[in-house]
């Protein structure tokens, strides 16, 4: 799981949904007669295939049934192409999963639209809790809360400690910072000093987006010139020499492989390679992603969206268990330490197994100032739209100038065609 914004496939809910139901399992109907015997059972959806990452819904399901004898929890898995369309197909039949996990940066609008989602509200403002986690992880409509996030994939910065003892450079922390430690490092010639992806999707769009968010600049309000400067930055960049013009075909894990090669002096990625850069053959250390004009960083938050069905016919055990294994502390600490998720639960920082970790300690830190993502239908467009532009300037096939403006032009449409807002 990496940007958590993958392309759903939105058209399936002509499907029958009995058919949906039956080939991915209903958990209102038989929780019902389990209840009847003393005992809840309560399903599950997501569409987690990660080895790491099913271990630690394992162990979280655990930590729940063990307060919770009588409860049992069954997980379905279901591709994540197919998520959305079940979930519609479900609701429009008012049936569906007693909790699931969704891809909420894409697919938010439909579902509430759909009723897909039962509203969390009353016992969100009840949860002792709540105040541990950021704004930007709770997802409203209309006024309801029906999302929250208790971990995120985040942003940032890695950097190969070799090279920079080599040239007496410590890790930046601003990309004013940045850009003068790499014209060091290409003047050396000895490596290339940043590996990124510039592909033209999400990937390439959520790499570089924080250069906007730095500046205030969201979704909803990009004009050619509040778009310029991240347009600029990676024009002059690429021009300079320290972003390869390859890195505009470039996926995150592509990019990734670049930077393990050791050629490369940082990195722009995310946590989920912590386990993977263990392997690396030079010493290496993580920081924030280099804040801009304000002086702070920003990322947008990666990740699932925790929820309730709309059609759940036991929604206080549904929020027990959402309460139990996934927003307690007890339960984000289960998490990182299988999964590697970075908790959004603020007090995890304090403890024992995050923050004696210091290359995740980046991460952590990030969840205090990501970024609310659009709440549009569109958001996934949007996206498209900036990265497409993106790697255009890398490859030298537009200008920052011209990309500013076609971008800033269809993000306009993209809004107008969604509604939403930020």
Request: glycine letters at 12%.
């Given at each position: 799981m990496t940007t958590s914004n993958r392309r759903r496939v939105l058209g399936a809910v002509a499907l029958g949904a009995a058919t949906v139901l039956a080939a991915a399992g209903c958990g209102s109907g038989g929780s019902n007669s389990a209840a009847g015997q003393g005992h809840v059972t309560l399903t599950v959806w997501s569409y987690y295939t990660g080895a790491d990452q099913l271990k630690a819904l394992a162990q979280q399901d655990a930590f729940f049934e063990k307060k919770y004898p009588n409860v049992k929890v069954k997980e379905v898995q279901v591709p994540g192409s197919q998520l959305d369309s079940k979930l519609l197909a479900a609701a429009a039949a008012k049936q569906g999963p007693d909790v699931f996990l969704d891809n909420v940066v894409v697919d938010f609008p439909e579902l509430t639209a759909?009723?897909?989602?039962?509203?969390?509200?009353?016992?969100?403002?009840?949860?002792?809790?709540?105040?541990?986690?950021?704004?930007?992880?709770?997802?409203?409509?209309?006024g309801q809360i029906y999302n929250v996030m208790s971990y995120s994939n985040l942003l940032g910065l890695y950097y190969n400690k070799d090279i920079l003892s080599q040239y007496h450079l410590q890790p930046p922390k601003t990309l004013t910072q940045m850009a003068s430690e790499m014209a060091v490092i290409a003047k050396g010639g000895k490596y290339t000093p940043l590996s990124a992806s510039a592909s033209p999707d999400t990937g390439g769009a959520w790499m570089w987006y924080p250069i906007l968010l730095d500046r205030g600049v969201n979704y909803c309000h990009m004009t050619a010139s509040?778009?310029?400067?991240?347009?600029?930055?990676?024009?002059?960049?690429?021009?300079?020499?320290?972003?390869?013009?390859?890195?505009?075909?470039?996926?995150?894990?592509?990019?990734?492989?670049?930077?393990?090669?050791?050629?490369?002096?940082?990195?722009?990625?995310?946590?989920?390679?912590?386990?993977?850069?263990?392997?690396?053959?030079?010493?290496?250390?993580?920081?924030?992603?280099?804040?801009?004009?304000?002086?702070?960083?920003?990322?947008?938050?990666?990740?699932e969206g925790l929820g309730i069905g709309g059609f759940s016919k036991q929604k206080a055990w549904d929020w027990k268990y959402l309460e139990t294994a996934w927003l307690s502390k007890q339960a984000n600490v289960i998490d990182f330490r299988d999964s590697g998720q970075i908790p959004t639960r603020a007090d995890v920082a304090d403890t024992p197994q995050v923050k004696d970790d210091q290359a995740v300690a980046p991460f952590v830190a990030a969840t205090k100032t990501v970024s609310a993502w659009p709440n549009s239908p569109k958001t996934d467009q949007m996206q498209v739209s900036v990265g497409t532009e993106l790697s255009d300037v890398v490859s030298g096939q537009a200008s920052a100038a011209a990309a500013a403006s076609a971008t800033a032009s269809q993000i306009k449409h993209d809004i107008k065609a969604g509604g939403g807002g930020c």
């Open positions: 759909a009723g897909a989602l039962a509203p969390l509200t009353k016992d969100w403002d009840s949860y002792p809790g709540r105040s541990q986690y950021p704004a930007a992880g709770i997802w409203r409509s209309k509040n778009t310029l400067p991240m347009f600029q930055t990676i024009s002059n960049w690429t021009k300079d020499g320290y972003l390869p013009k390859a890195a505009s075909t470039w996926t995150q894990p592509d990019a990734w492989t670049q930077f393990m090669s050791g050629k490369f002096a940082f990195g722009i990625n995310g946590n989920w390679n912590l386990g993977d850069a263990k392997s690396a053959k030079f010493k290496w250390g993580t920081t924030l992603y280099p804040a801009g004009a304000d002086g702070q960083s920003h990322v947008f938050p990666g990740g």
